[in-house]
């Protein structure tokens, strides 16, 4: 496969971290539990109406981080291909606030979302990631997001581990436990580094066909993407 740097299959599962999880050390499930707990509070809802083609209309609820971007919270989220409204954004406390749509990137499956009023965007905790560390073969890492069902405090924190790592067309990572309903997770080192987030790898087959599949997306890339959209004061 063209751009592959190392790809090669590991059986290291995803955890589910719960209360009372056995098999890992003390001091090391007590640094994930912590990066979950600061984190976590910028993993938000977006509760939206879609509108199909035909009209017929229905309701989505997606779980994503809050990033600071120029001079605003913006939510990013996995992308619904419908016409979106009545949008709010969810916060951990279980408050709601009225967001608008600033624009979708259709190459990594997402869309990004911010609230419309200046003061109740002050209550969302967005994060302000640098530059993330590149990540190697065997690397572990934090999936954050918020559960799709439960109570709005709840979230679900996954330690997984890349077993490829791509380079081109462009950077991404396959992981273990990957799945389509983990589009919009974070991902954070056990140190509590912002490496990106998940979203759609787009590439072609040997005979010229579009595929795409879930990676972990380099956070440099989900920050280009939100420049691209206009997520602008």
Sequence with gaps: MGGVTVCRRLLLPALLL????????????????????????SVMWVKMTLTAEDGEQGAAVCSGPAFSHGGRAVVVVADVPMEA?????????????????????????????????????KAIPALAPGKGKALALGDAFLLIDRRAQGAPEETTCRLARVVCALTSPKQAYFYSGMSPEQTGGLAVTPDGEVVGMVGLFKSRDADGEEESSVALLPIEQILDALSAVGAKP
């Design 18 to 41: 719960v209360a009372g999880q056995t098999g890992l050390a003390d001091e090391a499930a007590d640094r994930i539990r912590a990066q979950e707990k600061a984190f976590s509070k």
């Design 85 to 121: 409204a009545a949008i709010r954004i969810g916060l951990a406390d279980g408050q709601e606030v009225e967001a608008e749509l600033l624009g979708r990137d259709e190459d990594l499956g997402l869309m990004f979302v911010a609230a419309k009023q200046a003061e109740e965007a």
